[in-house]
Structures are given as structure tokens and as C-alpha cells.
């Protein structure tokens, strides 16, 4: 590493011209990288809804429904010609209405009161609209237009155009809220007014790399898109943090600027990379979901983790060396005072805390698995801050809910679509059915029905029901409701019928990712135990360690339950993985300085000194992601995100709480173990038998003229300056 950062100080200024550069050309790049905002579009091909929304676009021009558009105020003929004007608007392919479920030339008395409340209540007309999802933006455009803002429209193709503009403002909101909130705390906690510029220019520029990169997917996920640069800033922000701290400690030893980044770099190497491992094999277990947001979330952030790892690696050294003297006439005392009698309120408080802590966390792990979710993205846009949000609910509220579901079945047989046509309006919940055999009826020829209406209803192979249905997903039953309509198509038609929908689409989701839970789970655990193994060359540290920060985990997704919260449950996927990946760090940074203490000091003593020297850094870290975290669940319109935020903000804060108050319990109390499980442990006053006498471990106590034990001049020094006030 000595000849590398010498090489790279050496043409500190190519290498800082280099990055730049790439930061400007990726900056333009991205943005030109598309955003997706379809819940649906992320399902595996294998779904069925998938393979059935395949079937109806080679078979119909028309799509499943997906708008929904409330006029006031209007008469029968009036509705009549909205719905004319709605179909001539650009990126309209139907629109559907009362007309086209009962004869709204007999009088309405004569027709099923249900169905035509659907679509006619009270003097206020709802239109089922199918807009071509290639032209959406258009189409959305132009039916506004048409109803003006006194009216309402909601539906998928709504959300999807609106979010985009949406979530662009909400990121920009979010970005100017979290920069300069993060760079405060830096300036917090340095000993330089400088550092933090240099801190927030180094992962900048990794996050403008890893937006700009995201070229190479072509299309990026909503939640890649809006939570990335905010996780990227908050979870890197330690890298940069360990390796000028490790800078700074080595010219107060005296070393030369450019000897003491050599040495630092050297130094902090492995404790940068192997908290980078752990945090990208963390998102890199998203890459195994079979919901495809994660494998889009997985990859884009690895990408952005490495990233970060190179800018701080390469990019900080020169940049810094390149601006020491700056960081030194900005030198300042602490601002924070020590935490020498915090630590010895810890050491106080640490049997209670340890004991109600393994009260909680199993009445935690039950209260997580009994959680109730939204699997899908039909509650993701109903903020009222939004016109959407405000559409979506007076429409809710007027005309309650409603669904539609494409049901497809062979064609031939006008008796049994007859027949299945009156068994599905014989369900309770399903409001209208648009279909030939309800909508024409079995006496008239297809001869001799408009060519618009008989497209919309028969195709080459399949005749065509469009069902709407008055349930929604907020509805204990909802996934019954949907089995039970599936089941009549497969009572007369078998494995033959197409069935597609927001609610079926759903219920795929919900299928695929409660798959994925224990899967992604698994794998995140399985990465992190082996670095950690790797790293402390220890088969007990690791397990202690993923403990920890999954009992915070637990605790953090328990509370839901008991504030009676309903979780989306791509965030709940999401935030277990993302929290032990971005968290554990702590834990690391806390289990290295505590056995280097440990090798001159009794185990209580080796604690103590741990937190007095650990404290800052780790409640650094943890207030960066709470605040991003929490400003990300505070600021953003998109459910999801705000929900993620919220769980990544507490997470931190739960992560922090367990490894400072809870984690040197465990190290105390499992010392005995940690000693006899850990490679070349020299912990003080084991003496010949930790030396590699009989029966010892093989490792050389630190008190000892033993190889295993002895230290150098520079590392006993900087030991003693942490020792002797430094940390304080």
C-alpha cells in the first residue's frame, strides 16, 4: 500500500483532474437515465399476471383500465359527451362508462342499483379510462386539460406520470436539507472547519459517478432513484471519516504531510475496506429477490459502495495533500467535550440495560413477523400535500373503491360466458362486468355490433370481461376477493383463462417477495458472518456482532406493530438488509478498538477506554443516517420512501443504542469465550499460555517481549495518546 499511495500522491494532481471530470460527464449522464415508478413492471416474468398482460397486448389494443376520472355536476348527456372528448384525447384507448354496462336509454330505475352507482351517483359521473402506457404523459396531460383542476382523476398511469415530477422535487428537497445538516455535524466533531468540505467533495463526487453509471442499466427503480444519493452519502461517509482521522493521529506524531497519508492509508485500508465489504454484500443480497426492485436497488448500490471505497482510497489522499495547509489553518479546538464520564455511566448502567434488552428483543422478533402490509403501490401516492393524493381520495370517498380486473377466456362458447358473466355478478363485491355476453348479449350477431365496441370485447382467440370490483388492498381480504374470481374463470375454463389486474398483479407481489424474505435474510447474514470471520480470524466475535445489530433490526420493525402501522412491505424486505449493512459498521469500529485495549487491560477496563476513544466516531455515523433517514421519511410524497426513511432513520438510532450500551456488556461478559475462539487474541494476563505456551491460543500477550506481542514505537505512541487524553 506504501508504493501505491506514494504513486498516487505523486500525481495527486491528474488524479484529482480525473475524478472531476468523471464527476462532471456522469452528472450530465444521469440524467438521461430512465426512472420506472410500476410496482407490476418488477415482477418476474414467470408471474401470471405478467404472462397474462403479455397475452392481452398481442390479442387487444387496449390495456387493463388504469385511470380514473370523476366529473360533477353533469347530466347523463353530459357525461356522454365527456366521455367522447376523453376518448378523442391523444393517448386514449377506451373509455368506459354507465352506457357500456347497462341500456341507459330504459329508465336507470329498471337497472341493477349497484351497477350504476358505479359509474353515476348523485349527479357525478366516474369514467374507467385505458390510457396507452408509451403515451402516458400525454394522455394525462390532455385529459386534465379537458377536466380542469375542479375535477379528479387517480389510477396507475396517474401515479406513474406524477411521481415522476413528484419525487424529482422531493429528492431536490431532500438533498438541500440533508447536505447542509450533514456537513453541520461534521463541522461538529472535526477539529478542522475544512475536513467536513473535504468529506462531502469525496463521496459527492462518488455519488455523481454511481448516478451517472446507472447508465449501463438503462432503467432504474423509483426507490433506486430517490433513496440512493441519500443512502450513498449517509453509509460512506465513515470511509472518509477513518482516513483522515488516521492522518491527523500520524502527524501528530510528528510524521511529514505525505508520510502520514502513506502510513494513514496503510493503516486504514482494512478497516475502510472491510466495512465497505459488508455494507455491499449487505445490498448485494438484494440481487437475489426475485421482486426485480431489488436486484435494480442490489446493484446500484454495490456500484455506488465501491464507488465511494475508490474515491476515498484514491481521490481523498491527493485531495487532501494537495490542501493540508488549508486544513491546518482551519484547525479549531473540540467542540465536543470527552467521554470519560459517559463511559463510566455505561459501565454503570450496562447489567440493567444487557438485562432488559434480552426481555425485549424476543417479544420484538414475534412483533415483527406479525406486522400487516401493503404489497403492492396502490397506497403509495395518498398524501394530501399532492393533487393526486387529493384526487385519489375524493374519489375514494364518493364513489368507495374500485378495481379493475381483466378476466380472458377462450372464445367460443356464448352459453358459457353467459353463465360465467352471472356468476361473477352474483359476487357481492363485484360492481359491474363489461363483457359480449353482458354488454350485447347472446341474441345479437357479432355481425352486427359496432367494430370499436366488438375489438374492445373479442379477439382473434379470446373474449374479453372487464370486472371492477368494490375492494382494494387495505381490505383484510382483498387476496381472497381476487382468488374467488379466478376461481369462476377456472370452474368453466381451467388453466386456459388470462387474468390480469392491479389487485392480481398484487397478488403476485405479494407471492413473489414474502418468497424473498427469508431468502435475502439468510444471505445478508451469511456475507457478514463470513467477513467478519475473515476480519477478527474469530468464529464467536462475528456471531456476537450480526447479534447485535439484528436484535436492533428486530426491535426497529417490532414497533410497527405495536403503533398499529401498517408497513409496505418492500421497505420491511429492504430495510433488513440495508440496516445490517450500513449499521454493522459500528459494531466493527467498536470490536477493533476494544481488542486492541485488550491486549494491555483487563476486560472492564479495555471497555472503558473503548468507549471513551469510540463514542464520537460510531455517534457520528449513526446521527449522519438518522438525520438523512429521517428527513428522507419526513420530506418525501412517495409512501414507500417516506416509510423507508423512517425505518433507516430509527434503524441508525436503534444500532447506535445497542453497540454503545448493550455490545461491551457482551464482550465482557463472553470474554472467556472471544479469548479461547479468537485467532491470536494476546489478551492481558493470559501470560505464557496466550504466548503459544501449552494450552494457550498461540498469541502473544500485548505485555510481553513475545513476536506475538510486541509493538512498534509509533503504534505504542499513538496508543498512549489515546490513552492519556486524547480520546477525552
Same mark, same amino acid.
Request: aromatic share 8%; glycine share 8%.
Given at each position: 500500500?506504501?508504493?501505491?499511495?506514494?504513486?498516487?500522491? #505523486?500525481?495527486r494532481?491528474?488524479?484529482?483532474?480525473l475524478f472531476?471530470?468523471?464527476?462532471?460527464?456522469?452528472?450530465?449522464?444521469?440524467?438521461?437515465?430512465?426512472?420506472?415508478?410500476?410496482?407490476a413492471?418488477?415482477?418476474?416474468?414467470?408471474?401470471?399476471?405478467?404472462?397474462?398482460i403479455?397475452?392481452m397486448?398481442?390479442e387487444?389494443?387496449q390495456?387493463?383500465?388504469?385511470?380514473?376520472?370523476?366529473?360533477? !355536476?353533469?347530466?347523463?348527456?353530459?357525461a356522454l359527451?365527456?366521455?367522447e372528448r376523453?376518448?378523442?384525447?391523444?393517448?386514449?384507448?377506451?373509455?368506459?362508462?354507465?352506457?357500456?354496462?347497462?341500456?341507459?336509454?330504459?329508465?336507470?330505475?329498471?337497472a341493477?342499483?349497484k351497477?350504476? !352507482?358505479?359509474?353515476?351517483?348523485?349527479?357525478?359521473?366516474?369514467?374507467?379510462v385505458?390510457?396507452?402506457e408509451?403515451?402516458?404523459d400525454?394522455?394525462?396531460?390532455?385529459?386534465?386539460?379537458?377536466?380542469?383542476?375542479?375535477?379528479?382523476?387517480?389510477?396507475?398511469?396517474?401515479?406513474?406520470?406524477?411521481?415522476?415530477s413528484?419525487?424529482?422535487?422531493?429528492?431536490?428537497?431532500i438533498?438541500?436539507l440533508?447536505?447542509?445538516?450533514?456537513?453541520?455535524?461534521?463541522?461538529?466533531?472535526?477539529?478542522?472547519?475544512?475536513?467536513?468540505?473535504?468529506?462531502?467533495?469525496?463521496?459527492?463526487?462518488?455519488?455523481?459517478?454511481?448516478?451517472g453509471?446507472?447508465?449501463?442499466?438503462?432503467?432504474i427503480?423509483?426507490?433506486?432513484?430517490?433513496?440512493?444519493?441519500?443512502?450513498?452519502?449517509?453509509?460512506?461517509?465513515?470511509y472518509?471519516?477513518?482516513l483522515?482521522?488516521r492522518?491527523?493521529?500520524?502527524?501528530?506524531?510528528?510524521?511529514?504531510?505525505?508520510?502520514?497519508?502513506?502510513?494513514?492509508?496503510?493503516?486504514?485500508?482494512?478497516s475502510?475496506?472491510s466495512?465497505?465489504?459488508?455494507?455491499?454484500?449487505?445490498?448485494?443480497?438484494?440481487?437475489f429477490?426475485?421482486?426485480?426492485?431489488?436486484?435494480?436497488?442490489?446493484?446500484?448500490?454495490?456500484?455506488?459502495?465501491?464507488?465511494?471505497?475508490i =474515491?476515498?482510497?484514491?481521490?481523498?489522499?491527493?485531495?487532501?495533500?494537495?490542501?493540508?495547509?488549508?486544513?491546518d489553518?482551519?484547525?479549531?479546538?473540540?467542540l465536543?467535550?470527552g467521554?470519560?464520564?459517559?463511559?463510566?455511566?455505561?459501565?454503570?448502567?450496562?447489567?440493567?440495560?444487557?438485562i432488559?434488552?434480552?426481555?425485549?428483543?424476543?417479544?420484538s422478533?414475534?412483533a415483527q413477523?406479525?406486522?400487516?402490509?401493503y404489497?403492492?403501490?396502490?397506497?403509495?401516492?395518498?398524501?394530501?400535500?399532492?393533487?393526486?393524493?387529493?384526487?385519489?381520495?375524493?374519489?375514494?370517498?364518493?364513489?368507495?373503491?374500485?378495481?379493475?380486473?381483466?378476466?380472458?377466456?377462450p372464445?367460443?362458447?356464448?352459453?358459457?360466458?353467459?353463465?360465467?358473466?352471472?356468476?361473477?355478478?352474483?359476487?357481492?363485491?363485484?360492481?359491474?362486468?363489461?363483457?359480449?355476453?353482458n =354488454?350485447?348479449? &347472446?341474441?345479437?350477431?357479432?355481425?352486427?355490433?359496432?367494430?370499436?365496441?366488438?375489438?374492445?370485447?373479442?379477439?382473434? &382467440?379470446?373474449?374479453?370481461?372487464?370486472?371492477?370490483? !368494490?375492494? $382494494?388492498?387495505?381490505?383484510?381480504?382483498?387476496?381472497?376477493?381476487v382468488?374467488?374470481?379466478?376461481?369462476?374463470?377456472?370452474k368453466y375454463?381451467?388453466?386456459?383463462?388470462?387474468?390480469?389486474?392491479?389487485?392480481?398483479?398484487?397478488?403476485?407481489l405479494?407471492?413473489t417477495i414474502?418468497?424473498?424474505?427469508?431468502?435475502? &435474510?439468510?444471505?445478508?447474514?451469511?456475507?457478514?458472518?463470513?467477513?467478519?470471520?475473515?476480519n477478527?480470524?474469530?468464529?464467536?466475535?462475528?456471531?456476537?456482532?450480526?447479534?447485535?445489530?439484528?436484535?436492533?433490526?428486530?426491535?426497529?420493525?417490532?414497533?410497527p406493530?405495536?403503533?398499529?402501522?401498517?408497513?409496505?412491505?418492500?421497505?420491511?424486505?429492504?430495510?433488513s438488509?440495508?440496516?445490517?449493512?450500513?449499521?454493522? !459498521?459500528?459494531?466493527?469500529?467498536?470490536?477493533?478498538?476494544?481488542?486492541?485495549?485488550?491486549?494491555?487491560?483487563?476486560?472492564?477496563?479495555?471497555?472503558?477506554?473503548?468507549?471513551?476513544?469510540?463514542t464520537?466516531?460510531?455517534?457520528t455515523?449513526s446521527?449522519?443516517?438518522?438525520?438523512?433517514?429521517?428527513?428522507?421519511g419526513q420530506?418525501?410524497t412517495?409512501?414507500?420512501?417516506?416509510?423507508?426513511?423512517?425505518?433507516?432513520?430509527?434503524?441508525?438510532?436503534?444500532s447506535?443504542?445497542?453497540?454503545?450500551?448493550?455490545?461491551?456488556?457482551?464482550?465482557?461478559?463472553?470474554?472467556?469465550?472471544?479469548?479461547r475462539?479468537?485467532?491470536?487474541?494476546?489478551?492481558?494476563?493470559?501470560? #505464557?499460555r496466550?504466548?503459544?505456551?501449552?494450552?494457550?491460543?498461540?498469541?502473544?500477550?500485548?505485555?510481553?517481549?513475545?513476536?506475538?506481542?510486541?509493538?512498534?514505537?509509533?503504534e505504542?505512541?499513538? $496508543?498512549?495518546?489515546?490513552?492519556t487524553?486524547?480520546?477525552?
Amino acid at each position: 500500500m506504501e508504493r501505491y499511495t506514494q504513486f498516487l500522491l #505523486k500525481h495527486r494532481i491528474q488524479v484529482i483532474v480525473l475524478f472531476v471530470a468523471a464527476a462532471a460527464v456522469c452528472a450530465v449522464l444521469s440524467g438521461l437515465v430512465g426512472v420506472n415508478y410500476k410496482f407490476a413492471d418488477y415482477l418476474p416474468e414467470k408471474a401470471a399476471s405478467t404472462r397474462a398482460i403479455d397475452v392481452m397486448e398481442e390479442e387487444y389494443s387496449q390495456a387493463v383500465p388504469n385511470m380514473r376520472v370523476l366529473i360533477y !355536476d353533469v347530466s347523463i348527456p353530459e357525461a356522454l359527451e365527456y366521455k367522447e372528448r376523453l376518448k378523442a384525447a391523444e393517448g386514449v384507448q377506451e373509455v368506459n362508462w354507465l352506457d357500456d354496462a347497462v341500456n341507459i336509454y330504459e329508465p336507470l330505475e329498471m337497472a341493477p342499483q349497484k351497477t350504476v !352507482d358505479e359509474w353515476y351517483k348523485d349527479g357525478n359521473a366516474l369514467f374507467s379510462v385505458t390510457v396507452d402506457e408509451e403515451k402516458e404523459d400525454e394522455a394525462v396531460a390532455a385529459v386534465r386539460e379537458i377536466i380542469g383542476d375542479e375535477n379528479c382523476m387517480s389510477g396507475s398511469v396517474v401515479e406513474s406520470v406524477i411521481a415522476a415530477s413528484d419525487t424529482a422535487k422531493d429528492v431536490q428537497k431532500i438533498m438541500l436539507l440533508v447536505v447542509p445538516i450533514i456537513f453541520l455535524i461534521l463541522l461538529i466533531t472535526t477539529n478542522s472547519w475544512f475536513e467536513p468540505v473535504l468529506f462531502m467533495i469525496t463521496i459527492g463526487v462518488a455519488i455523481l459517478i454511481n448516478m451517472g453509471t446507472n447508465m449501463i442499466f438503462g432503467t432504474i427503480s423509483f426507490v433506486t432513484n430517490a433513496a440512493g444519493p441519500v443512502l450513498q452519502l449517509a453509509v460512506s461517509m465513515d470511509y472518509s471519516i477513518f482516513l483522515l482521522h488516521r492522518f491527523e493521529e500520524n502527524r501528530n506524531l510528528g510524521l511529514k504531510a505525505e508520510e502520514a497519508m502513506c502510513a494513514a492509508v496503510k493503516q486504514s485500508v482494512g478497516s475502510i475496506l472491510s466495512s465497505g465489504l459488508t455494507t455491499v454484500t449487505g445490498f448485494l443480497a438484494l440481487v437475489f429477490m426475485s421482486f426485480q426492485i431489488g436486484p435494480d436497488l442490489g446493484w446500484a448500490m454495490s456500484k455506488a459502495i465501491v464507488f465511494s471505497l475508490i =474515491s476515498v482510497l484514491c481521490f481523498l489522499p491527493a485531495l487532501a495533500i494537495t490542501t493540508y495547509r488549508l486544513i491546518d489553518r482551519t484547525r479549531h479546538r473540540p467542540l465536543v467535550p470527552g467521554f470519560g464520564g459517559f463511559a463510566g455511566l455505561v459501565m454503570k448502567v450496562r447489567i440493567p440495560l444487557l438485562i432488559l434488552t434480552l426481555l425485549v428483543v424476543p417479544v420484538s422478533w414475534l412483533a415483527q413477523n406479525q406486522n400487516s402490509f401493503y404489497y403492492g403501490g396502490s397506497e403509495v401516492y395518498t398524501s394530501e400535500a399532492t393533487q393526486l393524493g387529493r384526487d385519489t381520495k375524493a374519489i375514494r370517498e364518493l364513489y368507495g373503491t374500485s378495481n379493475p380486473v381483466v378476466l380472458m377466456v377462450p372464445r367460443g362458447s356464448l352459453e358459457k360466458e353467459a353463465a360465467m358473466n352471472a356468476e361473477l355478478l352474483e359476487l357481492d363485491y363485484v360492481t359491474s362486468v363489461i363483457s359480449y355476453a353482458n =354488454s350485447v348479449g &347472446n341474441s345479437i350477431p357479432s355481425d352486427f355490433v359496432p367494430s370499436d365496441t366488438l375489438s374492445s370485447l373479442y379477439s382473434a &382467440n379470446y373474449s374479453r370481461f372487464i370486472l371492477t370490483l !368494490d375492494t $382494494e388492498e387495505r381490505e383484510a381480504d382483498w387476496d381472497q376477493k381476487v382468488n374467488a374470481i379466478r376461481n369462476i374463470g377456472e370452474k368453466y375454463y381451467g388453466n386456459e383463462i388470462q387474468y390480469a389486474g392491479d389487485l392480481v398483479s398484487t397478488e403476485d407481489l405479494k407471492t413473489t417477495i414474502t418468497q424473498d424474505n427469508l431468502k435475502v &435474510n439468510l444471505l445478508a447474514i451469511g456475507f457478514v458472518v463470513c467477513i467478519l470471520l475473515v476480519n477478527f480470524k474469530s468464529i464467536s466475535l462475528p456471531l456476537i456482532l450480526t447479534l447485535v445489530i439484528e436484535a436492533s433490526i428486530w426491535i426497529n420493525l417490532g414497533l410497527p406493530y405495536f403503533s398499529g402501522n401498517r408497513l409496505f412491505y418492500i421497505g420491511y424486505l429492504i430495510i433488513s438488509t440495508v440496516q445490517l449493512g450500513a449499521t454493522i !459498521d459500528y459494531a466493527i469500529l467498536f470490536t477493533d478498538r476494544y481488542l486492541e485495549f485488550r491486549k494491555e487491560m483487563p476486560k472492564k477496563d479495555a471497555a472503558r477506554q473503548t468507549l471513551k476513544a469510540c463514542t464520537l466516531s460510531i455517534l457520528t455515523s449513526s446521527l449522519v443516517l438518522t438525520l438523512a433517514g429521517t428527513i428522507l421519511g419526513q420530506v418525501s410524497t412517495n409512501g414507500v420512501l417516506s416509510q423507508l426513511g423512517t425505518l433507516i432513520g430509527r434503524g441508525a438510532v436503534l444500532s447506535f443504542v445497542l453497540v454503545i450500551f448493550v455490545l461491551p456488556s457482551l464482550l465482557i461478559l463472553l470474554d472467556g469465550l472471544i479469548r479461547r475462539t479468537t485467532l491470536n487474541a494476546g489478551f492481558h494476563g493470559t501470560g #505464557k499460555r496466550a504466548a503459544g505456551g501449552k494450552g494457550g491460543s498461540g498469541a502473544g500477550s500485548a505485555g510481553t517481549d513475545t513476536p506475538g506481542g510486541r509493538k512498534s514505537e509509533g503504534e505504542k505512541a499513538e $496508543e498512549r495518546n489515546v490513552l492519556t487524553g486524547g480520546a477525552d
